[in-house]
């Protein structure tokens, strides 16, 4: 996969001297990457907004619909599951940790914990 062309997106920002120059959220020292990292494990944007104190909501929203806006017409269905707040999320994850279990086979779908 291509990898995304950050500049065009308003909601984030690279300067060399902040974060090793890793594309951050405006105004902030939050990687982009911390939020999909953090996506990937299950959480959801609430779940990021409790952690990661001083983020704005519409930019976090703003930077993930730029990523699905920017993959191709296969990969928009999980804007759906990343919005989705009935997703169920791993015990670590809630506990503001990630322990590496990936829980259920693909997003989205139910598991007991």
């Not at 993930?64 to 009935?86: G, H, N, W, Y």
Request: glycine residues 8%.
């Amino acid at each position: 996969m291509p990898a995304l062309d950050w500049s065009q997106c308003p909601a984030v920002e690279s300067i060399p001297e902040k974060v090793s120059g890793a594309w951050v959220l405006r105004g902030t020292r939050m990687p982009v990457s911390v939020i999909f990292e953090n996506l990937e494990a299950g959480a959801n944007i609430d779940d990021i907004m409790e952690w990661f104190e001083g983020l704005d909501r519409e930019q976090v929203k703003a930077v993930i619909e730029f990523a699905a806006r920017s993959l191709d017409e296969t990969a928009r269905p999980l804007m759906f599951i990343l919005f989705d707040q009935s997703t169920p999320v791993h015990p670590c994850i809630s506990a503001g940790t990630y322990c590496g279990n990936r829980g259920a086979e693909g997003l989205g779908q139910t598991q007991e914990w």
